[in-house]
């Protein structure tokens, strides 16, 4: 899910136009307008008339930019020279060249050209939603928080950032600051698919700080689904209407046998209804698929207590004091990365504890993000002078 997030934090320039518009006497503008459109032939049309013009550069730009929105990343390279940089079309560029080569995962020179950007141009709102999403893939949530600020007072009606804002804090564990980006999402009128999305991140986050009056308020009007189905279950149940979690948690697993945290919440109505066993077939379901669940390891060693199973509760103790040892490592490594974005070791090492632990895109972007640090150690990126390819 994240992923769509992260996507849709980058999408648009901030460039305005209407279809068909034929101006006497073309300008880049004019040209820009025509790609938001996605109006090719005014893309053509105004291309060959600033040629004709003289206005070459211009020309170059807006054909520039109608292959980044076409998603021709290395061909709108091709076209851009560091000398344009140097020129009236600087920020343009920057902002063409940026884009290209966070796409094309280049992201150090990416991160030159769009820093260089946003100093002399703070108000650029796309460079800054590009800088967050490029900061949470290499490992750095507080840069990416504080770009994610630049973007809220730019954008104050733009619900994304909150979003992603709640997504990075809620994966450090901030729960409650996560509620609160959450909250400011909501309150930005989000389309309804996105509304749900929103609605079912925060009844999550809200459960792990056991506001279960809180989940059942935020998803009164959610639509059913399994998750929040799920999710309204856990909070009733909590609240003490077992009979209703019962019949909501069943629903679910009727349509999803294999839904891991409807298991998990029927595991426990069975155990507090003395069908201990019940449970322990539901929690062996879970952990033959998810080996690193804590939670369903730490349930089962429970349940093996409370039936007498004293050879199955040591061995099963064993594997959760694994995991959950993990699971701490996991926070103190976190804590370590988030406090220096250039600290390689803590990021090499949150790779492989976040496999072990089932985390894998989380483990992907610790990779890139280890990486990233690597290649920083081992080269000054600066901005070029002499060639495209390093633009």
Partial sequence: MLAF?????????????????????????DGLRC???????????????????????????VRSAWLVRRGRYDLALNRLTPEMIAGPLKRQVLRLAGESLFHLGELERAEVLLM???AEHPDEVAAHRLLA???????????????????????PLDYRPHQMAGIILKDNEDFVSAVDQYRLGLSKMPP?????????????????????????DVLADAASSPDTDTQRAEAVWSLGDVARASQLVDQVLARHPDHVQALKLRAKLFDEAGQGEQAVTLLQKVLATEP??????????????????HAERAIEQIEYDRYRALQDRLIELNQQANSDPNALAPRRELVGVCRTLGRHKLADMWLRAADHCTRRQQEQVDLPSTNRSKL
């Avoid at 790609?35 to 053509?44: L, P, R, T, W």
């Avoid at 996105?194 to 792990?208: D, F, H, P």
């Avoid at 690193?292 to 007498?308: C, E, I, K, N, P």
């Fill in 5 to 29: 997030v992260l996507i849709g934090l980058v999408v648009g320039a901030g460039l305005l136009a209407m279809r068909g518009f034929r101006p006497t006497n073309p300008t880049l503008a």
């Fill in 35 to 61: 790609v938001e459109q996605a109006d090719s032939e005014g893309v053509d049309r105004i291309e060959q008339a600033l040629i004709q013009q003289g206005s070459t550069d211009e020309a170059t730009v």
């Fill in 116 to 118: 260089k950007l946003v």
């Fill in 133 to 155: 999403v490029m900061y949470y893939d290499l490992g750095s949530p507080a840069l990416a928080l504080k770009a994610l600020e630049a973007v809220v007072r730019l954008a």
């Fill in 192 to 216: 309804e698919d996105k509304r749900q999305e929103l609605r079912q991140e925060l009844a999550q986050v809200l459960i792990s700080l056991r506001d279960f009056q809180g989940v059942i």
């Fill in 292 to 309: 690193f669940d804590v939670d369903a390891r730490y349930q089962l060693v429970q349940l093996y207590g409370t039936l007498g199973k």
